[in-house]
């Protein structure tokens, strides 16, 4: 469930009115803030940032586990406007400007007529379509009809047609609750230029939440210190610190209990257009279905490698398992093996 909080201390967003009583899994909200770019379960929310694509006015679901403008903040369970399952909420709150930003510029590819001219070697040539913002460029191994997602960091990865895309300016995140964090909530993990899968209906979902979610690692001062991803093997073990909290049932300022049983892989080391890159996948088991829509399980996949100003980048996959529709990981792989450097 994911709370929009407008204004408030760090850009948090100040909580509507009043909401269902809070769910013991942590969740997901919306909290506003200048972009920047360093470098049972919880639910994700969303927050946003200043729109690094825009020039004029002014991703939501994760590791366990987005919705329009002015959401309703998530009270423990109740406060999101799309669920996102395994106690996984997001939001996406987006101002009406970065609505017409998106829209902007979708004219189609230009066209350019050559002009007669004395010198007929000088074919003059059309130039590529605009992107909307938060979108890439299909590679040569993109799969017909799928989409691609670019992030700052200066990477691209693809997703199935079916799968929302959702816009820069939003930030997903789990979030637990603390006395001492903005009006109670403190983050967990946070993703951005994130895209997310629908639960299918026979899934038997009554609400509107996600399956499946993917996106880039956005750690904040409140979440792992930098000195922590200075390796790709840090921001491994950094993040292995993160996952118990994303799946354990929180209380008002306490877990409830230990986390569900969770299996770490052994890592995979391979390259990204020549960089090291690491990849570990945590299997969640015993997950409270009694909660929300919570999955019987979940898979919570973490690749790490560098950019090319050698700052250490993080994408996360994160799958609901145990449904009869639920994402195949050679589907959730084939998302991972698309990540790559952004064309220039």
Known sequence: MTNPYPGGPEGWQQPGPSYPPPSPYAQPSAYPQPEQYPGAYQQPGSYQQHDPYSQGSPYQQPFPYQQPPHAP???????????????????????????????????????????????????KSTPLPPLEPGRGRPGPNTPPGWQSVASPSGFVYDVPADWAVHKPTSIIYWERPCPDGPFGFCPIRSLRNAASRPHPPQDGCKDSS????????????????????????????????????????????????????????EPRQFKINGADALQVSFTVTDINTSVGCNPPSSVYTVVATTNAAGTVVEFAVQTDQGYPQALDQATAQKIIDSLRPAEK
């Open 210 to 265: 996600t399956s499946a979610l993917a996106g880039f690692l956005a750690p904040n001062p409140n979440e792992i210190p930098l000195a922590e991803r200075s390796t790709i093997s840090d921001a491994i073990e950094a993040e292995a610190k993160r996952v118990p909290d994303i799946y354990t049932d929180w209380g008002k300022d306490a877990p409830l209990g230990p986390p569900p049983p969770i299996a770490r892989s």
């Open 73 to 123: 903040a998530p009270a423990k369970r109740s406060r999101v406007w799309i669920y996102v399952s395994l106690v996984a909420v997001l939001v996406v709150v987006l101002s009406a400007g970065a609505f017409f930003l998106i829209r902007a510029g979708r004219s189609g590819p230009a066209e350019t007529t050559a002009a007669s001219s004395p010198n007929p070697q000088a074919p």
